[in-house]
């Protein structure tokens, strides 16, 4: 048997159902799977019982990001969203990565917090001290409320206690930290917080409110990095409008926030494919980007010693496996089966590697020739086809319109009816 590889050259050339078979060979997806992609994934009675006055379900495309060679494992990534040119320019940085080795990734142990608010106290530093005088007999009462965590080597591990100043009074913010091993965690967080909440009440006479999961999940970060070849990466003076790039957009709150919305365009794609939660990841992300700094970059890009291009990339990555739309959602678990991971840190590890990988092609097109050769001819296609076009004149519409910079719903109108006039 041939070695599995990631690598597919002309993939997007390929017809829809051809690119499904390489995608089912490469994952041993089973028929249902395939079924579970390519038609109607989640059925209305699954998705009524996901959320409350179900109408209906919602398709986005699902495309994939060929080439990613992550630790030396290759990978084809699902990835599910709206804009066009995203799957293409992850899979195009993916092909540079490889040549320096592909992309490299850890993480932390996957570790939560969950915030407990303790209010109405006389004395905050006594409180304190008696809270933390029971710290392990609170950490037992957290664990016992999750029997699956614990066996599958998670649990509440460490409790922390912060003063946080309000107008009205000094708080206490107690941050219980659980390991939630292959879950995003915030069911059983929550859960934790609120089991532990009545006792701290009874033990320092205050009034909890709040018993809730941070997104700011600072010790549940995953890193990646990378080096691109210079030559690959079209020269010295592309790498230098990269690194030129990076440094405004690390330097300017305006810019950093479109750069990152670059990353998240990657992180999301995946992050919504794999069934996961998107807002907590969004939130995490923009909330690390100014943790304990001014709002900047989530990537850092430099010219190492040889003249190439060396990036990395680190944030909160709370995502899971097991539990809610991962498990529920037949596209979601077919998406996971693509992928082959065995742990949520594994997947962390690569969707923060498409975010770098995103966010490197966005520059390499914004440092160069501008992104609005790549975003036209796809833009176009579906300005095309809002105008009426089917077939092959969806591609003559579009080389006509590209070719005059005019990609407008009127002009597609005009171009077809010529088209359909010189044809009759
Ligand atoms: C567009 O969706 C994303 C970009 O704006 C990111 C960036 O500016 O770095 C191209």
Redesign the pocket.
């Known amino acids: 048997m041939p070695e599995k590889t990631s690598k597919l050259s002309g993939f997007y050339k390929l017809s829809l159902e051809e690119r499904l078979k390489i995608v089912s060979e490469f994952a041993e997806l089973t028929d249902e799977e395939k079924d579970a992609i390519s038609k109607q994934g989640l059925s209305l009675s699954q998705a009524d019982l996901m959320i409350e006055n179900v109408i209906g379900t919602m398709q986005i495309p699902l495309g994939v990001a060929a080439n990613f060679l992550i630790n030396g494992k290759d990978y084809i990534v699902p990835m599910a969203l709206e804009?066009p040119?995203?799957v293409a320019a992850a899979s195009n940085i993916a092909k540079l990565a490889r040549i320096k080795g592909g992309f490299k990734a850890e993480t932390t142990e996957p570790v939560m917090i969950g915030q407990i608010q303790l209010t109405g106290l006389s004395d905050v530093v006594e409180a304190k001290e008696k809270i933390l005088a029971r710290k392990k007999e609170l950490l037992e009462l957290a664990n016992a409320q999750d029997p699956m965590l614990i066996k599958f080597g998670g649990g509440a591990r460490d409790l922390e206690i912060r003063e946080v100043e309000t107008p009205s009074e000094k708080m206490l913010v107690v941050h219980l930290l659980v390991d939630c091993r292959d879950a995003m965690g915030a069911n059983a967080v929550n859960t934790m917080a609120e089991t532990l909440a009545p006792v701290i009440e009874k033990e320092t006479g205050g009034k909890v409110y709040l018993r809730i999961i941070s997104n700011l999940a600072v010790h549940r970060l995953a890193r990646a990095t990378a080096v691109f070849d210079k030559d690959a990466m079209g020269g010295a003076d592309v790498v230098k409008g990269v690194v030129k790039?990076y440094e405004f957009?690390a330097a300017d709150q305006f810019?950093a926030t479109?750069?990152?919305?670059?990353?998240m365009?990657g992180i999301d794609a995946v992050v919504i494919a794999t069934g996961n939660d998107f807002r907590a990841t969004e939130a995490g992300a923009h909330s690390y980007a100014s943790y304990g700094r001014k709002y900047t970059t989530l990537t850092k890009w430099r010219e190492n010693e040889d003249g190439d291009l060396e990036g990395s990339i680190e944030l909160p990555m709370a995502v899971g496996l097991v539990g809610g739309a991962t498990k529920v959602h037949p596209t979601a678990r077919a998406c996971v089966k693509i992928l082959g991971v065995k742990s949520a840190s594994e997947l962390a590890g690569i969707i923060v590697s498409v975010g770098m990988a995103?966010?490197l092609?966005?520059?390499k097109?914004?440092a160069t020739e501008g992104?609005q050769r790549g975003h036209m001819g796809l833009h176009a296609r579906n300005v095309a086809v809002m105008a009426g076009a089917t077939g092959d004149m969806i591609d003559k519409v579009v080389k006509v319109m590209v070719s005059e910079k005019k990609v407008r719903v009127d002009r597609a109108k005009e171009i077809l009816e010529g088209l359909e006039g010189n044809s009759q």
């Open positions: 804009e040119s995203v790039a957009s810019r479109t750069y990152n919305k670059g990353i365009n995103q966010n092609g966005a520059l097109a914004l992104i």
